[in-house]
């Protein structure tokens, strides 16, 4: 069966915002952004060594979600690059959409009760 796939991640979640996580398969290094991503194409993928905005443009494949809960994102929070607390404004629940991208296994997570 051909792979489809849309242009944002508005289109695949159904929400304006939420959180991308990437993990490296090699490493296991784990980057995450946080963000609006309304109008934006791609992944909206960002270095932890400072680079640029990477990856907008691109294709995302299409894939199935299904919930998470909070001990499942906590889970998946923990570890990330990014400046996480526990409990820091974070979702009850959220939407979990997961793919592969080239060498990367990305997580997408949107937040039921953010917009």
């Known amino acids: ?34 963000c609006n991503w309304s109008g934006v194409d791609g992944l909206p ?4 060594l400072g680079d640029s905005i990477i990856g907008l443009g691109e294709s995302i494949p299409k894939v199935e979600g299904h919930e998470a809960d ?14 996480y607390s526990h409990g ?13 991208v080239g060498a990367l296994q990305v997580t997408v997570l949107a937040p039921d009760d953010w917009a």
């Open 1 to 34: 069966m051909e792979q489809e796939f849309c242009d944002d991640l508005q289109e695949l979640t159904g929400q304006e915002s939420g959180i991308v996580l990437y993990k490296e398969r090699d490493s296991g290094r784990v980057e995450a952004i946080v």
């Open 45 to 48: 993928r960002v270095s932890p």
């Open 88 to 100: 820091e404004q974070m979702p009850n629940n959220a939407l979990r959409f997961d793919f592969n």
């Open 70 to 83: 909070w001990e499942e994102i906590d889970a998946l929070m923990r570890g990330a690059w990014i400046g």
